[in-house]
């Protein structure tokens, strides 16, 4: 919605109207539906886990985790699956039953999510990171 002005004629950012308090990674949940939502929560438990020190927040109009600046994951709901999104470099066999495509993977709606796989491949992100900025200056 380019050209979107307030009554003072300024433009309005539409981007940064999504960034504004009450529209993070909770209320993306909340308004996710009844089928997707156990399933990012379940996400989001595990990445917070896995990369305690990654930064939380919306991007891309999806939660979505930094590390030292670096992109560490992100995930978003679909109307019949959840993706998780990050180079799967390594770990194609694991994600492998299902269907992937560079960068991303996704779990069909009611489908046990791989916790330990997907605990794994965030750790390993983060060690990534880790190992191309390790004075962690990023």
């Known amino acids: 919605m380019t050209g979107a002005r307030r009554r003072s004629g300024r433009s309005i ?51 979505y985790y930094r590390y030292r600046g670096r992109a560490v994951v992100g995930f978003a709901a679909f109307s019949k699956h959840v993706s998780l999104f990050g180079s799967l470099a390594g770990f194609e066999r694991e994600f492998s039953p299902f269907k ?23 750790v390993l992100r983060v060690r990534r990171i880790e190992a191309t900025d390790p004075g962690g200056k990023g």
């Not at 308004?31 to 438990?45: C, G, H």
């Not at 709606?109 to 997907?118: A, N, R």
């Open 13 to 63: 950012n539409r981007r940064a109207v999504g960034r504004a308090p009450g529209n993070g990674v909770a209320s993306y949940l909340a308004k996710a539906s009844p089928e997707a939502r156990p399933m990012l929560v379940e996400l989001r438990r595990l990445v917070r886990s896995a990369a305690p020190s990654a930064v939380e927040e919306i991007r891309y109009g999806m939660p």
């Open 100 to 122: 992937t495509r560079s960068g991303t993977v996704q779990f069909p709606l009611g489908s046990p999510l791989p916790t330990d796989t997907i605990r794994r491949f965030v």
